[in-house]
C-alpha cells in the first residue's frame, strides 16, 4: 500500500518523538532523577510505529515492560507519559503506575506490562470484545523473543485460532532477554510455532518500517475480514540496556555502536524516503528539532510537577468497596 | 416461593444476566460442552451441570467453551472486560489458579489502581472449593485466602441458594473483578429462591442465629455446620449469634465486632487452610478492634495444617464438625 | 526391532491386566464403592504398554489424571492401587492420594496428576537428573490432547530442546477433552507445534502396540544418546467416560461399541501375533484368565482392607517440621 | 569476622553448598546470564549480580540459565529435586508465582502427602521480594502468606546476612520444599558472616531486642524497623522484645507465646497485605493460646489495603516504618 505524504510525515513523527524520549530517558535516568525500572525502546522504533499506523480508534493494543514506544505510538500523550516515569501526579497514571504500567484504555492502550507473557491473553479478551459487540477492532498483543516462550503467550495462539479472533501477534526479537541471546532461548523458530498452531505467519526486517507495516496492513486486514489470528515476527534490535543500569558485557564488541550506526531505522526511513523523492530532508530535519522540543518541555514540566498527594495512596484500588 | 438447588440459583441468575445484558458472557472448559463432537451439544455445562442450558438459549458466541489453557481464557475474560465486555469465567476447579494466578492477581486485580483509576474490569470467576467430594488433594482445597489477601480483587462465598443468586447477580454487575465461590457439595442443596433477579449487596453479613453468649463467624459449607452447632447448643441453654459474612472482601466486619461487642466471646469456622487463612483473619481483627469486650480466648475451628486426604475415613476426620464447633463454644465458655 | 516370545507375552500381558483394571473400577463404580474422581484408561493400552517397555529402572514417567495405565506398564504394584483407588490403609500411598495421586518414585513412576498440564516440567526436571548425575536415564510425559493446550506443556517443550534434556512427550490424543473434541480445541497439529519447537516427532495409530513401541524405541534410543527431546503423537481412543459417571452424550451415535469392536488395541495385538504365529491363542487366553484373576484379588483384598488409621491424617505433610 | 553484604552472604552459601554437594543445582533466568550471547559468558548472575561467579566455578551444567518459562523451570527444579537432586532454583521476583504457582503448591507442596510419604522433594526456590525500588505493584510485594498458607511449604525469610547465610545452607540441605525470601532493599546491607558453612535450624526465632512492656514480632525488612523503633522506644523508657520468626512456616510459636506471657502486649509489624496475611496469622495465634496474658488489644502495623504504588512519594507512605511501630507499641501501652 502506498503511504501518502501526510502519513510518512507522522510515520517518521512517531519514531523520532520515540526515539528523543528514550534517549532523553536514559540521560534523565543516568542523572538520577527517575525512580525504579526502565526499559527504553530505542531501536525498535519502526515495529510500534509500522504496527500501530494501522489501527485506529476501535483497535487495542497490550504491551510489554519495553513500553513507551507502544504507548507513543497509539496516542497517548507524551507529556503525561515522562511525567509519569518521574512519579508525578500528573502522570497518566497519576504517578501509581510508573514506566512499567503506562496504559490509557481511552487510547486503546491496554497498558504496559510487569509480568512477561502477561499482554497476549488480555488481547484475546480485547479481540473477544470486538468480535461480540461486533465492533470491527483488532488486538496487537507484543511480545519480546523471551516471551515468546512464555506459556501464557503459547496459549494465547491456540486460543485465538479456536476463538478464531481478530488477534495480531507481534514478535519483537530483539535478540535478547535480559543477556540471554533468544538464539539459544528460542527452540525452532518463531514461524514454525506460528504454524504449528495454525497461524499466517511473516518475518520481517525490523529495521524497514515499510515491512513491517506492510505485514501489518494485511494481517489487519484479516483480522477485520474474520479471517482469525496472525503472528508477526520482526527481528530487530535494541540500543540501551536490557534495563537502565545494564552494563550489556554479554553484546558483541562495538555491537550496539554497529547497530546505531548501520541499523537505524531512522536513518533507513529517512534515505528511503528522501531517494525516492516522497520527503525532503528539511521537512526530516523539522521534525527532529520538533520532537527535541516536545521532549524537551515534557522532562521540564514532569521535573517541576507535583508528587500525587497522599490522599491518592488509598483511592483507585476499587471502583467501589 | 419456589424451592431452587443452589445448582438452580446459579444457573437462573447466569441466564437472568446474560438476558438483561448482551455484555454477559460466559466462558471456560466445557461450560457447555460438546465442542468439535459428533453427539449432543451442550453436552455437559460444566462437569457438574450447572451451566446447563445456558448455550442452547445464547448461543456459542455468549457461552464459550475453551481450551485448556487457564491463563489464555480466564486472561481473556479479563481483557474483555477491561474493554466492554462483562464475562463470567469459570476455572473449574479453584485447585487449578496456580497455572492462571498471574491474570487474576497481577493484571484484574491491580489495572484500576496501577493505571490511576482508569481502567475498569467487571469480570467475575466462578470456581469450585471444598472438601468431602473424597477428590483429594489438587480438588478439594478452598484457597479464597490467597484472594482475600490481594487488594483490588472481592471475593464471595454464598452459603444458600438464595444468597448464590443474589450475590452472583450482584457481582455480575459490579464493576470491579470478583472471585466467586461454589462449594462443590452444596450444589443439591434447596431453598426458597424468588424467581426475579435480586442482588445482596457485597459486604453486608447475614445473621443466620442469634444467641447472647457466644458470636460464631463461618463461611461458605461452614454456616451449615455452625448453624447446626448453634442448634444443638440452643437446646443445651447456650445462645450463638453465627454471622456469615458472605463476602470476605469487602468484610463486614462492624457486624463481627458489634456481636463481639455483645457476647464476649468468638469462635471462627473456616474449612479453608488454617495458616494465614480466614479464620485467623477474622480473630485478628477482633483481636485488635473487639479486645476489650473478649472475655476468653479466640478459638478457630478448621482443618489442620495438611493437605486434603482422598480416603473418606482421613477426609472426614480432616474437615471440621458441628461437634467440633460446639468444643470449641463450650471452651469459650468455660 | 524385533521382539521376542517373552516380551510379546509381557506386552500383552500389561495390556490385558490394564484393561481387566479398569472395566473393573468401572463395574465397582458404579456400584457406589470407589470414591471420588475416576478416571479410566481402557482402549489406550497400547500407549502406556508401548512405551513403558522400552524403559526401565533408571528411567521415570509421570502420568495424568487417567493414570492407572501408565502406573501398571511402570510396573506399580496392581494390589496396592486397587486398594488405594478403594481409600484403603495399604494402598500405594496409604489411601491418601486416590486414583489421581497413585505415585511410586520407586519404580520411577512420578505420580498420576489432578493438574492438566502438571506432569511436562516434572519430567523435564527427571531427565535433568539423570543427565547431570549421568545415569542414563530418560523421562517420559504422558499429556492428553486437552492437556497439549496447557502452557506448562508447551513450556516444557522448549526447555526441554534449550536444555537438550532426555525427554520425551508422548501426546495420547484420545480425541475429548472431557466433552471438547481436540478437532476443535488443537489449532494447527501436534507434530506442526513440535517441528516449531525443533523437536523430532511422528503420529502413530494407538491402536498398534507395535507402532507405538518402534517410535517409542527410537525416541528412548535418541534420548539415551543425547539427541534431545522427542515427541510421539498417538492417535487412541478411550472407552468410558471422561471420568466415571459421564453419560458422554457428546460422542457420535455407537461411537463406542464401535471402538470396541474396531478399534481394540488388544484384539489388534492378538490377531497380529497370531497371524504371524507367533504366539499361540491359548496363551493369550491363558493370560486373560489369569489377569482376570489377579484383579478379581486384588478387588477382594482392597475391600476386605482397613482404611488407614486417623493418625495417619497428620502425617508425611513433611519429611520435618 | 569478615563483613559482608547479604548479597554476598547469599553467593557464599550457594558457592559452599555446591562444593559439598553435586547434586546442588541452580536454575533460572539469567542466574549466570549471556547464554548464547557474543559477550560476556555470567553476563549478569541475576538482575541484582547475587549469583554472579557461580557459573565460572560451576559450569553450566549446574548453574543453569532458562528460557522465561517460570511454570516450566520451577516445574523442571522440582521434578529434579524428587529424582535425585537437590536444585535451587530462583523465581526472580515473588511477584511472578502467578504463572507456576501451581508447580509449588499443587506438586512440591503435596507430593509426599499425596503419596503416602514415597516422595522426598529437596528443592529450594529462591525469590526477591519487597517494596522501597520503587518497582510498583508487580515488582514490589511479599506474598509469602500465600506460601505460608500451604501445608506442605517451608517458608523462610531472613533479616540479616548473618541469618540469610545459615538459613540458606539449611534450606538446601533440608529435605522439603523451601521458599526463600530476599528482600531486594537488603542486598547491601553488610553483617559479620562467619566464613564457614553453618546451619540455622527453622523455626527458631531470634530475639533482637529484649525488654519487659511490649512484644514486637517482624519478618524481613520489617526487623530492622523494629529494632529502630525498639531502640528508639528504649531511650524514652519502653523496653521492646523484638522477635523475628525467621521462618513462618514452620513458626517458632512458642518464642512468641512465651515472650507475650511476660509482656502482655503484642505488635506485630509485616510488609506484606494485613488481610490474610502474617500480621493477622501471628495476631490469632496470640488471640488463642496467649488471650489470657494480654493486657491490651493487638496493634498490627502493615501497609493498607492497596497495591504498592509507583511514586516515591506514595510508596514510602505506603511502606511501614519505625514512626508507625513505635505509634502502635505506645498505643497497647495506653
Ligand atoms: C513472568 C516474568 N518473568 C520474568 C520477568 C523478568 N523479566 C523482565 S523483562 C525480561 C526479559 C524479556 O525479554 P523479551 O521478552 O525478549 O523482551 P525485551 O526485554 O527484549 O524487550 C525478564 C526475564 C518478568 N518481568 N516476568
Ligand atoms: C489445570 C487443569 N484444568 C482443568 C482440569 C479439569 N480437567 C481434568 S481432565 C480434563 C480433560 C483433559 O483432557 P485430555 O488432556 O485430553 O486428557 P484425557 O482426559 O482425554 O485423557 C480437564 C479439563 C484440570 N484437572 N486441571
Ligand atoms: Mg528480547
Ligand atoms: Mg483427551
Known amino acids: 500500500m502506498q503511504l501518502n505524504r501526510e502519513q510518512l510525515l507522522a510515520a517518521y513523527r512517531m519514531m523520532r518523538t520515540i526515539r528523543e524520549f528514550e534517549d532523553r530517558v536514559h540521560v534523565e535516568f543516568s542523572a538520577g532523577d527517575i525512580p525504579g525500572f526502565v526499559h527504553l525502546y530505542a531501536g525498535e522504533e519502526a515495529s510500534a510505529v509500522g504496527v500501530c499506523m494501522n489501527l485506529d480508534h476501535r483497535d487495542k493494543i497490550a504491551s510489554t515492560h519495553r513500553g513507551h514506544g507502544h504507548c507513543i505510538a497509539k496516542g497517548v500523550d507524551v507529556e503525561g507519559m515522562m511525567a509519569e516515569i518521574f512519579g508525578r501526579g500528573s502522570g497518566t497514571c497519576g504517578g501509581k503506575g510508573g514506566s512499567m504500567h503506562i496504559a490509557d484504555l481511552e487510547k486503546g492502550m491496554m497498558g504496559a506490562n510487569g509480568i512477561v507473557g502477561g499482554g497476549p ?7 473477544l470484545t470486538a468480535k461480540t459487540l461486533k465492533t470491527g477492532g483488532v488486538a496487537v498483543a507484543f511480545i519480546g523473543d523471551g516471551a515468546s516462550n512464555q506459556g501464557t503467550t503459547m496459549e494465547s495462539y491456540n486460543l485465538a485460532k479456536a476463538w478464531m479472533l481478530p488477534a495480531i501477534f507481534v514478535v519483537e526479537d530483539n535478540g535478547y532477554a535480559e543477556s540471554t541471546s533468544s538464539s539459544w532461548s528460542v527452540s525452532g523458530s518463531q514461524l514454525g510455532r506460528a504454524a504449528g498452531f495454525g497461524i499466517p505467519a511473516v518475518q520481517v526486517d525490523g529495521l524497514d518500517f515499510f515491512a513491517i507495516h506492510e505485514a501489518a496492513r494485511e494481517a489487519v486486514e484479516r483480522a477485520r475480514d474474520g479471517g482469525g489470528p496472525s503472528l508477526i515476527h520482526a527481528k530487530l534490535n535494541r540500543y540501551h540496556g536490557h534495563f537502565e543500569g545494564d552494563a550489556q558485557t554479554y553484546r558483541g564488541n562495538g555491537e550496539i555502536e554497529r547497530l546505531r550506526a548501520e541499523h537505524d531505522p531512522l ?44 490522599a491518592e495512596l488509598l483511592t483507585d484500588v476499587y471502583v467501589r468497596y | 416461593m419456589a424451592k431452587k438447588s443452589f445448582r438452580q ?139 482475600t489477601h490481594i487488594p483490588g480483587l472481592k471475593v464471595v462465598i454464598p452459603s444458600s441458594p438464595y444468597d448464590a443468586k443474589g450475590l452472583l447477580i450482584q457481582a455480575i454487575r459490579d464493576d470491579d473483578p470478583v472471585m466467586f465461590f461454589e462449594h462443590k457439595m452444596m450444589y443439591d442443596d434447596m431453598d426458597e429462591v424468588p424467581d426475579e433477579p435480586y442482588t445482596i449487596p457485597f459486604g453486608e453479613a447475614n445473621l443466620t442465629r442469634e444467641g447472647d453468649d457466644v458470636t460464631v463467624v463461618a463461611l461458605g459449607r461452614m454456616v451449615k455446620i455452625a448453624n447446626e452447632a448453634a442448634d444443638a447448643l440452643r437446646k443445651q441453654g447456650v445462645g450463638c449469634t453465627v454471622i456469615d459474612p458472605r463476602t470476605t472482601s469487602p468484610m463486614d466486619t462492624d457486624s463481627i465486632l458489634e456481636s463481639v461487642e455483645e457476647t464476649g466471646r468468638l469462635v471462627v469456622v473456616d474449612e479453608a487452610h488454617p495458616r494465614c487463612g480466614m479464620a485467623a483473619d477474622v480473630s485478628a481483627l477482633v483481636a485488635q478492634e473487639a479486645f476489650r469486650a473478649l472475655k476468653a480466648p479466640i478459638r478457630m475451628v478448621t482443618p489442620p495444617h495438611t493437605p486434603v486426604p482422598f480416603s473418606p475415613a482421613l477426609e472426614d476426620a480432616y474437615l471440621p464438625s458441628a461437634a467440633r464447633v460446639i468444643e470449641a463454644v463450650r471452651a469459650t465458655m468455660a
Request: aromatic share 8%.
Open chain 1, 267 to 310: 536513518t533507513h526511513f529517512r534515505k528511503r524516503v528522501t531517494e525516492a523523492g516522497l520527503l525532503e530532508g528539511g521537512q526530516l530535519d523539522a521534525i527532529d528539532a520538533a520532537a527535541k522540543s516536545e521532549i524537551d518541555a515534557a522532562v521540564a514540566k514532569a521535573k517541576s510537577a507535583a508528587m500525587p498527594p497522599l
Open chain 1, 121 to 127: 491473553p488480555l488481547i484475546c479478551g480485547a479481540a
Open chain 2, 9 to 147: 440459583a446459579i444457573n437462573e441468575a447466569l441466564a437472568q444476566e446474560m438476558r438483561r445484558d448482551p455484555r454477559v458472557v460466559l466462558m471456560g472448559e466445557d461450560v457447555a460442552g460438546g465442542q468439535g463432537a459428533p453427539g449432543e451439544d451442550d453436552a455437559w455445562g460444566g462437569p457438574l451441570g450447572v451451566t446447563k442450558g445456558l448455550m442452547p438459549e445464547f448461543g456459542r458466541e455468549r457461552v464459550l467453551d475453551t481450551p485448556i489453557t487457564e491463563s489464555g481464557f480466564v486472561g481473556a475474560a479479563i481483557g474483555a472486560a477491561a474493554t466492554g465486555l462483562r464475562p463470567v469465567a469459570e476455572l473449574m476447579f479453584v485447585d487449578f489458579m496456580g497455572v492462571c494466578f498471574d491474570q487474576i492477581f497481577n493484571q484484574a486485580a491491580k489495572f484500576r489502581y496501577m493505571f490511576g483509576g482508569k481502567a475498569v474490569t467487571p469480570v467475575v470467576i466462578r470456581t469450585m472449593y471444598g472438601g468431602g467430594f473424597r477428590a483429594a488433594s489438587q480438588h478439594s482445597q478452598c484457597l479464597y485466602p490467597l484472594f
